[in-house]
């Protein structure tokens, strides 16, 4: 009977839990889903144990846990707001970005400091596609931990504008039709109405309902993805 007790509080604090964590992930913003800096990370390592505990053991208190995570959440905020409003603070709680290659050569002292070993960012250069530390003008580790790689000039990929060309430029897109439904806020935005398009939607032959996803750009242009069987190219592993 007890197992029957302890396996209803666990679920009641699965689904109490998760909504309210839902909401402090949302609060706390993007910073603390992104790419993390450090007191983020922390934050969320935080919310795990906390979470984890309360669930995992039901003779732990369920008040005190929600408790916690809205505590969390409020700090991660608050320490956000303050790292925006001073630099000094935002540089007590997270790494500054250093320079681990300058004009090729590699900075020694400053990977010493970091803690990294040339391997590392010989391995983080090949994953940008770049295999000669002779092509790096700059490369510096940012406070993610994420590599940031400047080409020498005479390396780095050719643009357009480099060769004097010029491409058509294509509007921004705006999902009209989604899974079948008609987004009136995107209408409203094109200051179109419904019956507009089904019209346009009858000039490429096709129904309103046969539609799964449709987009429109600033030019009224509407590209159709009809919600009709097709034809799949085989694909092996």
Do not use: C
């Not at 005190?64 to 935002?90: D, E, W, Y």
């Not at 590392?120 to 406070?143: H, P, T």
């Not at 921004?172 to 935005?189: C, H, N, R």
């Amino acid at each position: 009977m007890d197992y029957v007790k302890d396996f209803l509080i666990v679920a009641l604090r699965v689904i109490t839990i998760f909504p309210l964590l839902l909401f402090i992930a949302l609060y706390m913003g993007k910073r603390s889903v992104g790419e993390i800096p450090v007191f983020d990370f922390l934050i969320v390592i935080a919310l795990g144990a906390v979470v984890g505990a309360d669930i995992a053991d039901p003779k732990i208190e369920h008040l005190p846990t929600i408790l916690a995570i809205i505590l969390i959440g409020l700090l991660q905020r608050i320490v956000s707001t303050l790292m925006i409003k001073s630099r000094k603070i935002g540089k007590w709680v997270t790494f500054e970005p250093t320079v681990v290659i300058h004009n090729g050569n590699v900075l020694k002292e400053n990977l010493k400091k970091e803690r990294y070993s040339i391997d590392n960012i010989l391995q983080m250069l090949r994953e940008k596609d770049i295999f000669n530390i002779e092509d790096v003008e700059m490369a510096i580790l940012e406070s993610s931990g994420k590599l940031s790689v400047y080409k020498k000039p005479m390396k780095s990929t050719v643009t357009l504008e480099d060769l004097g060309l010029n491409l058509k430029y294509n509007k921004f897109s705006y999902p009209i039709i989604l899974d079948g439904i008609v987004s009136e806020k995107v209408l409203a935005y094109i200051q179109k109405d419904m019956k507009w398009l089904e019209n346009e939607l009858l000039h490429q032959s096709v129904q309103k309902e046969d539609v799964f996803f449709a987009s429109v750009n600033e030019n009224l242009e509407i590209h159709v993805s009809k919600n009709l069987p097709t034809q799949i190219p085989p694909i092996e592993h």
